[in-house]
C-alpha cells in the first residue's frame, strides 16, 4: 500500500514542495508514539542523516488527525492509519493543486484520493476498498 499510495502522489512529490507523511505504526512515518519516533529517526539517519540535519526531513511527534499546521500548506499528504471520517484539519492543510491519500471508514473501509483543485475546490475519489489500523489517539491506540 506504501507503493501504490507513493504511485498516487508522485507527481505532488517534487524537489522543494512540503509533504506530510502519518501514521507510522512501524517506525516509518509521522508518529505519536514516542518509542516509534527513535526508531523512525535511528532507522532514517542511516541514509538521510545530512537531511535530517538540515531539516529537510522532520520527525514530529503529535497527533496525525491534526496534521502539523505549522509548516503547511502541503502539496502532499499521506495518512498511513484509516481516519472514521477525513480529517477537516488535514482538508485545511493541503495546498490549492495538492493531493492526499488516506483510508476513510470504521469497519468497511475506502482508499481514497482527495485532490484540491486552484480554487480550493475538493474532489474526492474512492479507489479501493482497504483495512488499515485505525486512526486514533496515543492512550487509546497504547491501552485498548
Given amino acids: 500500500m506504501h507503493a501504490y499510495s507513493l504511485e498516487l502522489l508522485k507527481d505532488h512529490l517534487q524537489n522543494g514542495v512540503r509533504a506530510l507523511d ?20 535511528k532507522n532514517l539517519s542511516l541514509s538521510y542523516n545530512k537531511q535530517l540535519k538540515d531539516k529537510q526531513i522532520q520527525i514530529i511527534k503529535e497527533d496525525g488527525r491534526l496534521g502539523f499546521e505549522q509548516e ?3 502539496q502532499a499528504i499521506h495518512v498511513g492509519a484509516a481516519a472514521e471520517i477525513i480529517p477537516q484539519k488535514l482538508l485545511e492543510q493541503l495546498d490549492k493543486g495538492g493531493r492526499m491519500v488516506i483510508p476513510v471508514g470504521k469497519g468497511n473501509q475506502v482508499f481514497q484520493v482527495i485532490d484540491k483543485d486552484q480554487n480550493g475546490k475538493i474532489n474526492i475519489q474512492n479507489v479501493l476498498g482497504v483495512r488499515y489500523v485505525p486512526l486514533t489517539d496515543l492512550n487509546k491506540q497504547l491501552y485498548n
Fill in 22 to 41: 502519518i501514521g507510522s505504526g512501524s517506525g516509518y512515518l509521522l508518529e505519536h508514539v514516542p518509542e516509534l519516533v527513535e526508531k523512525y529517526i
Fill in 72 to 74: 503547511g500548506p502541503y
